[in-house]
Nanobody
Framework: QVQLVESGGDSVRAGGSLRLSCVASGYTANNKCMGWFRQAPGKEHEWVASSYALTTGGGTVYADSVSGRFTISRDNAKDTMYLQMNKLKPEDTAMYYC???????????????????WGQGTQVTVSS
């Protein structure tokens, strides 16, 4: 059974940093596309970033709203994905979800329906 478990969410002041983690089990994460989404109250899931599997180049892609501030990375030995979030803004406040596909490529995979597996989410709150 595939499980994705996020952690690291917290409440911070604007300009601060957080690092989210997502641990995968029951799943060979290192050869699959994985990504982060977020959902603010009353809004739909918003794609944040994705990490291609090493087998497909290991590249990363980011939403414009977080590019230059957030960094997605993986520790394949630990089946863990991270999201380093710097220069946080109040508009980054949301529940953050880890998601994973059944394929290694993340090409054009910016819609929640492209991802099969999901974690339970971790809350990030940024105050001004």
């Amino acid at each position: 059974q595939v499980q994705l478990v996020e952690s690291g969410g917290d409440s911070v002041r604007a300009g601060g940093s957080l690092r989210l983690s997502c641990v995968a089990s029951g799943y060979t994460a290192n050869n699959k596309c994985m990504g982060w989404f977020r959902q603010a109250p009353g809004k739909e899931h918003e794609w944040v970033a994705s990490s291609y599997a090493l087998t497909t180049g290991g590249g990363t892609v980011y939403a414009d709203s977080v590019s230059g501030r957030f960094t997605i990375s993986r520790d394949n030995a630990k089946d863990t994905m991270y999201l380093q979030m710097n220069k946080l803004k109040p508009e980054d406040t949301a529940m953050y979800y880890c998601a994973a596909r059944e394929v290694g490529s993340c090409y054009l995979a910016r819609n929640e329906y492209e991802y099969k597996y999901w974690g339970q989410g971790t809350q990030v709150t940024v105050s001004s």
